[in-house]
């Protein structure tokens, strides 16, 4: 399934691997997506200091692609998805703030667009965005409806995300495709620099009637330190 979802979706953006973390070389692929997915969401502070922060954003898409590559021990398609804000841009005028609700209205960035809301009360910060990204010349779309909350500080990190994706308009998939990747950050501590050294990252990605793959990282009790059990 790995194979395929890479062959039927490339047309869409580039794939981007190879972007581990320093803390995590000489891990397994697994071991190190794990990783970079729990810095990448320890990173989502940024986006409460600055809703339009374009690197903030490109954090919140690697972090779906980390978690995907994760729960398949390696990679999959899903992770095209990491290229998608990495170009910079103004979402000046098409983010609201209202006290700690802030809205995308339909922000363009690259080839796609972000709706929806985001919140934060206290260390709490809780999603309900929607990212879609487009085709060149019609070949396709994917999107991605990203929710749930997690409790986020400068040294832990608990909760969940939950990543719905939906495939239209890829020849392979003539009937589309849709799948889901969810994650559970269990008790994860940081060191000074945000290194995971104890807790846990729980992954499932379902795609209904094909097949569920899942992936538990435990951290610690040293920076770089991961165990992994499916």
Avoid: W
């Avoid at 009360?121 to 909350?149: C, K, N, P, Q, W």
């Avoid at 589309?176 to 620099?193: E, K, R």
């Amino acid at each position: 399934m790995k194979e395929r979802l890479v062959s039927s979706i490339t047309a869409l953006l580039v794939v981007c691997y190879g972007c581990a973390d320093q803390n995590n070389v000489g891990l397994s692929s697994a071991a190190a997506s794990a990783g970079n997915a729990v810095v990448s969401t320890a990173r989502l502070d940024s986006l409460v200091e600055d809703p339009s922060d374009p690197d903030a954003l490109i954090s919140m898409t690697r972090i779906y692609s980390d978690l995907s590559a994760a729960a398949n021990a390696g990679q999959d398609g899903a992770g095209v998805f990491i290229d998608f804000l990495t170009q910079k841009a103004s979402l000046d005028e098409c983010v609201t703030e209202d006290g700690s609700l802030i809205t995308y209205d339909d922000c363009s960035v690259s080839n796609g667009t972000i709706d929806g809301t985001f919140s934060s009360s206290g260390d709490e910060i809780d999603f309900d965005l929607s990212i879609s990204v487009f085709g060149t010349g019609g070949t396709g779309s994917l999107t991605v409806h990203m929710y749930r909350a997690i409790v986020l500080t400068r040294t832990s990190l608990a909760g969940s995300l939950t990543y719905d994706t939906t495939i239209e308009g890829v020849d392979q998939y003539p009937g589309g495709l849709s799948f889901t990747i969810h994650a559970d950050y269990v008790d994860i501590t940081f060191d000074d620099v945000q290194c995971p050294l104890s807790g846990a990252l729980r992954v499932e990605q379902v795609i209904p009637g094909e097949s569920t793959t899942a992936l538990e990282a435990v951290f610690g009790p040293s920076c770089g330190d991961v165990r992994l059990s499916e």
